[in-house]
C-alpha cells in the first residue's frame, strides 16, 4: 500500500494543482498564523477545481469550534487537523456538526509524552490518524525542522498497538525515504521542505518528494506483495 501522502501549507491553485498533479493524497490549508495563511473565502476559490479524490484539509490552531465549523462549510473541505486548543471531545462534536465522513487528525509533538497523547487519540473512534510534528520556541508546525526519527520509531512509531501515525517536520525530497525507512508511517506530512518561499510550492520539489516517497513504500514492500503488483499491472496495462 502506498504511503499516504499530504502536501500542506496551499495558498494558490496553482500550487495545489501541481500537489495532485504530482499524486499526492491530500492538500492542506493553513487557518492560522503563518506565512501560508489563507482565509475560508480564499480557500472556497481554490477546492472547487480540485480533484474529488483529493482531501482538502484545513489546519487549525486554537480555533474555536464555531470557526472550524464555518471553514468547512465554506471552504469545502473534506477533513481538519486540529493542533492546539482542541477539546477531547471536538472530534465527536465535529462530526456530529457537519457529518462522519470528515477526516479528523489530532497533532501531538515529539516528547516524553508524545506516545502517550498519541495513544490516547487512538481510543477515539472520531480520530482518523494522529499526526507528530516537531515544535520550537517560534512554531508549532511548519517549522522545517525534524524530530529524532531513531527515538520516534522506538516509541510513537513502533509497536502493534500504534494507529495511523503521519510523519511530519522537517521533511524534504532528500530526506523523505529515509524517514519512510525509519518510521515505517502510515502518512507523510510536507510544507517549508517543497516550497521556493514562505507559502510558494516549488514544482520540481513537490515532483522529487513525491517520487522519492512513492519509490521508499515500493521498496518497503515484501517481494511477495511487489510481484503481485507488478503482475496485477501487466495484465491490466496500467
Known sequence: MSVW????????LEDALVACEAGVQ?????FAPSPRRVTPAEVAAITPH????????GVFVDASIHSIYTAVRT???TGVQLHAGAGP???AHLHELIGPSLRILRVVHFGPNAAEEALAF????????VLVDNSTATGLGGTGVSFDWNAARKTIFGGHQAGRRIAAGGLNPDNVAEAIRKLRPWGIDVASGVEGAPGRKDRFKVLEFVRNAQ???AR????????????RRLQTGD
Open 5 to 12: 501522502i499530504k502536501i500542506c501549507g496551499m495558498t494558490s
Open 50 to 57: 480540485l480533484p474529488s479524490d483529493v482531501e482538502k484539509i
Open 215 to 217: 519509490a521508499a513504500t
Open 75 to 77: 471552504s469545502g473541505l
Open 89 to 91: 471531545d471536538w472530534p
Open 122 to 129: 487512538d481510543q477515539d473512534p472520531h480520530v482518523d490518524g
Open 26 to 30: 491530500a492538500v492542506g490549508f493553513v
Open 220 to 231: 518497503r514492500q515484501p517481494r511477495s506483495q511487489r510481484f503481485e503488483m507488478t503482475s
